[in-house]
């Protein structure tokens, strides 16, 4: 039999996956750290870049597999009002978050919550097993990406995920149960941003009402970094995992420069976020473009014949 013939393009498709794109942009943004700041590769520096970067990645596990269901974050009720009772999930999101941060408000105010057991008191100092450089959070996200990561890829309630944000009608019809499914992630999201929320107030040794607002954009952002589709039905966890380390290290290299700050990097933030929803579309946009060209140069040539069909009946 003759071989079979894979064109150039099928070639170079494996090369330039998406993840292929994070894997040299992690490395673009190491070389320049160190070129910034000799400081980049210290063991402090990296603990500290992997303690900022841990709980924002364990947090967009979930997140990850609800985006490619198409839907938002969410814990039970969240989920009871969206997928029972039919209500917007952004608009139910965006209502519970305001709900819960009032709560927190009223019921600690501008107090803090401190004196926590001494073991716990550590983990925001002490590296994972002794590691200098690695903390609790990335180890406990690096262990779970993987698990979640396999039970994506290798089980069939991942599979089902996939065909949920393909078309939740073809995925109903096809036996999976899209609204407990749906529900069974809003809880686990739920239950991870609560352990999320623990192991954020040990690292900081305090808890109080106004500790990690803006988490949920940074989560947002990763995650769609990453190559998830905004529309579901698409992305990885291992693009999620480079997408978070990208995010870190170039917001600890750009904090290593004397005149940059927090809030300027909000702006680099808020700039990857537009940018990993418009990259990823370029092509459908450009497909869409050409069809709508296409239809108007259609409709010249149908008014031009019209017109010379109505001068050739003015002849006869």
């Given amino acids: ?49 992997c303690t900022n970067i841990g709980d924002l990645a364990l947090l967009a596990l ?47 105010g501008a107090s803090t919550v401190s004196n926590f057991p001494a073991p716990f008191n550590t983990l925001g100092v002490n590296g994972f097993l002794g590691i200098p450089w690695l903390s609790w959070s990335v180890a406990l996200f690096l262990v779970f990406a993987v698990i ?10 991942g599979r089902s995920l996939y065909a949920i944000g393909l078309s939740q009608e073809a995925a109903f ?15 686990a999201s739920g239950l991870v941003a ?26 947002v952002t990763i995650v769609l970094l990453g190559g998830v589709s905004i529309f579901g039905g698409k992305g990885t966890i ?18 290593l420069t004397p005149s940059f700050n927090e809030n300027d990097f909000q702006v680099v933030s808020g700039g990857l976020l537009i940018l990993s929803v418009l990259i990823p579309n370029v092509a459908s946009f450009v497909e869409r473009a050409r069809m709508l060209m296409r239809r108007g140069h259609i409709r010249d040539r149908r008014k031009v014949l019209a017109l010379a069909d109505a001068e050739v009946l003015d002849r006869d």
């Fill in 1 to 49: 039999m003759e071989p079979e013939r894979h064109t150039l393009k099928e070639r170079i498709a494996p090369l330039i996956r998406w993840e292929s794109g994070l894997a040299i942009a992690l490395v673009v943004v190491l070389i320049l750290g160190n070129s910034i700041s000799s400081q980049f590769f210290s063991s402090y520096n990296i603990f500290t870049l």
């Fill in 62 to 108: 979930p997140m990850t597999l609800i985006i490619i269901t198409g839907g938002a974050t969410a814990g039970l009720i969240n989920g009871l009002l969206i997928t029972r009772v039919g209500l917007p999930s952004l608009a139910v999101t965006i209502g519970t978050l305001t709900l819960y941060r009032g709560l927190a408000n009223v019921i600690l």
């Fill in 148 to 157: 979640t990561g396999v039970m994506l890829r290798m089980t069939p309630f």
């Fill in 173 to 187: 019809h096809a036996g999976i149960r899209v609204k407990r499914t749906k529900l069974l992630l809003f809880v």
């Fill in 194 to 219: 609560a352990a999320v929320g623990m192991l954020y107030a040990f690292e900081l040794s305090s808890a109080g009402e106004n500790i990690g607002i803006g988490f949920e954009l940074q989560v």
């Fill in 238 to 255: 291992l693009g999620v995992a480079l997408a978070a380390f990208v995010y870190a290290g170039l917001r600890s290299a750009l904090l």
